[in-house]
T-cell receptor
Framework: DAGVIQSPRHEVTEMGQEVTLRCKPI?????LFWYRQTMMRGLELLIY????????DSGMPEDRFSAKMPNASFSTLKIQPSEPRDSAVYFC???????????FGPGTRLTVL | AQRVTQPEKLLSVFKGAPVELKCNYS??????LFWYVQYSRQRLQLLLR??SRESIKGFTADLNKGETSFHLKKPFAQEEDSAMYYC???????????FGKGNQVVVIP
């Protein structure tokens, strides 16, 4: 079992460019979460989905950020346009819900120059 | 406002010494509490949860509702305990985990 899969693992881009991060949750998990990790702010929840439906996007920093989950096996997080302050590690996690363990992907390290 | 606080960003301890990571929370209702850990070059993973009342890798955590704390403890630190530790209350109202800023633990040989 590969667990939660994220791509790319590393992304370096220039300010103003569009960035798309991808996530494949564990099969059978019906909740998916996007987090951002920085030294200053720790691990922040950006958005989460239940059964492919966005439930809480209050953590999405700005309109430049958007997330979709077109089906149970795929989700994207898009930043357009990207800015240097978006540089961080972005994690995707999935769970069967509620109090059950969240399983994290390896993360995408984003650097915006 | 709901909040979780991990006051010490970096904690260095010698091998064999006790280690304690503090976590205080401010949540309405009675949240469930978790500790997650991220070892170097590994994924963030669950370490332990309050409802299980278990000891994992020698770590325990006691929920003190009066002090709204869920401190993580281990009596004798090992080098392999060097990692980033996150306290995470689960709020039934929000139906999600909220992570603290994390504690970086460095165990000195």
């Amino acid at each position: 079992d590969a667990g939660v899969i994220q791509s790319p693992r590393h992304e370096v881009t220039e300010m103003g460019q569009e960035v798309t991060l991808r996530c494949k949750p564990i099969s059978g998990h019906n909740s998916l979460f996007w987090y951002r990790q920085t030294m200053m702010r720790g691990l922040e929840l950006l958005i989460y989905f239940n059964n492919n439906v966005p439930i809480d996007d209050s953590g999405m920093p700005e309109d430049r950020f958007s997330a979709k989950m077109p089906n149970a096996s795929f989700s994207t997080l898009k930043i357009q346009p990207s800015e240097p302050r978006d540089s961080a590690v972005y994690f995707c996690a999935s769970t069967t819900g509620g109090l059950n363990e969240q399983f994290f992907g390896p993360g995408t390290r984003l650097t915006v120059l | 406002a709901q909040r979780v606080t991990q006051p010490e960003k970096l904690l260095s301890v010698f091998k064999g010494a006790p280690v304690e990571l503090k976590c205080n929370y401010s949540y309405s209702g009675s949240p469930e509490l978790f500790w997650y850990v991220q070892y170097s070059r590994q994924r963030l993973q669950l370490l332990l949860r309050h409802i299980s009342r278990e000891s994992i890798k020698g770590f325990t955590a006691d929920l003190n509702k009066g002090e709204t704390s869920f401190h993580l403890k281990k009596p004798f630190a090992q080098e392999e305990d060097s990692a980033m530790y996150y306290c995470a209350p689960y709020s039934r109202g929000n139906n999600r985990l909220a992570f603290g800023k994390g504690n970086q633990v460095v165990v000195i040989p």
